[in-house]
């Protein structure tokens, strides 16, 4: 895959470090001036590491955290821009792993395939979108400032999530597309009535939100989020042995998919697929040429002052009075 000029390595953006004394290993994203947003590399990384961390005897639980203010705002839309675009240097082909020097001929645009193979490759657990889902160790998501769109993927797949108490949950592709790839799992853990709200209106939920909805375990001050986090991971490491923690994963395993955990994942792909289908009653903000060209943050800002300012995406916007 071609690293592109302007972004940084995916092992500057994804750090990983284990302590074999204690058996905890730590993933944390480390681009707090992009809201810690991963690359197509950086997410496939992160999807590497999580499959030798579920391998390696040293490690019983994985935290996952971000650098900065923030756990993340969602994957790097600058670069989809370029995926989707007209650039021959950068095509749907990096997202599989493929060079443009391989030989391989991409579906073109306008044919099914063109998106489909894309959002099926989703629900694949080695391209970084559920990777956690198939982690069968002890795995605890720390979260604060947003905690939006792929990072919220980590939220919903991880066993625990320890939350600062300014930490925001959702999606801003509610507002500009309508789904998200890990929708079946997050109505599983939200309840279907509260997911339907964030879907519907496109509000964020706060982190005592999602306790009350028991998607969070735990609500704390933002100065004690480390320790908290690191309280439970102690207490994870520490309770029965990792050849039991596996057990209790299967377990876990088969009640998700009894639940349709997967089969979610493949049906959120093909709506995802039905994109190019979708016609706008009017001015309703859609992720095309026109957004990417304004730039989608900035269309995202724009659209946030039609709502409530405790229904907006952005920080700042919810200040407003």
């Not at 207490?235 to 596996?246: E, F, K």
């Not at 300012?309 to 407003?320: A, E, I, T």
Request: net charge negative; with cysteine; charged share 25%.
């Amino acid at each position: 895959m071609t690293q592109q000029a302007d972004r940084p390595p995916a092992e500057d953006i994804i750090l990983y470090e284990k302590v074999p004394e204690t058996k905890i290993a730590t993933i944390t994203f480390n681009r707090p001036d992009a809201l810690n947003a991963p690359t197509i590399a950086a997410r496939q990384r992160y999807a590497q590491l999580i499959h030798r961390a579920n391998v390696d005897d040293d490690v019983k639980v994985l935290v996952v955290r971000g650098v900065g203010s923030n756990f993340g705002g969602g994957a790097d839309l600058g670069e989809q821009a370029d995926m989707l675009g007209d650039n021959p240097d950068f095509s749907l082909l990096h997202e599989f792993g493929i060079g443009p020097d391989e030989g391989v001929k991409y579906p073109p645009k306008g044919s099914y395939r063109y998106l489909a193979q894309l959002t099926q490759l989703y629900a694949n657990a080695a391209f970084g979108c559920r990777s956690l889902q198939d982690f069968k160790k002890i795995s605890i998501v720390e979260t604060k400032g947003y905690c939006y769109g792929w990072h919220f993927y980590q939220a919903a797949d991880a066993d625990l999530v320890v939350a600062a108490d300014d930490t925001l949950f959702g999606h801003p592709a509610f507002r500009y597309v309508g789904w998200g790839p890990r929708m079946w799992q997050w109505a599983t853990m939200m309840g279907i009535r509260k997911f339907q709200e964030m879907v519907f209106t496109g509000r964020p939920f706060t982190a005592q939100e999602m306790y009350d909805c028991n998607f969070v375990n735990k609500v704390v001050a933002r100065a004690e989020l480390e320790a908290e986090v690191a309280k439970y991971a102690q207490a994870c490491a520490n309770t029965r042995p990792t050849d039991v923690v596996y057990m209790q994963k299967t377990l876990f395993e088969v009640m998700k998919q009894q639940q349709g955990e997967y089969m979610g994942s493949i049906m959120t792909a093909w709506l995802e697929s039905m994109l190019p289908l979708v016609r706008n009653d009017g001015q309703e903000v859609t992720l095309g040429d026109e957004a990417f060209d304004k730039g989608i943050n900035n269309v995202v800002k724009d659209n946030d002052t039609l709502y409530p300012p405790d229904w907006r995406l952005s920080k700042g916007g919810r200040r407003q009075s």
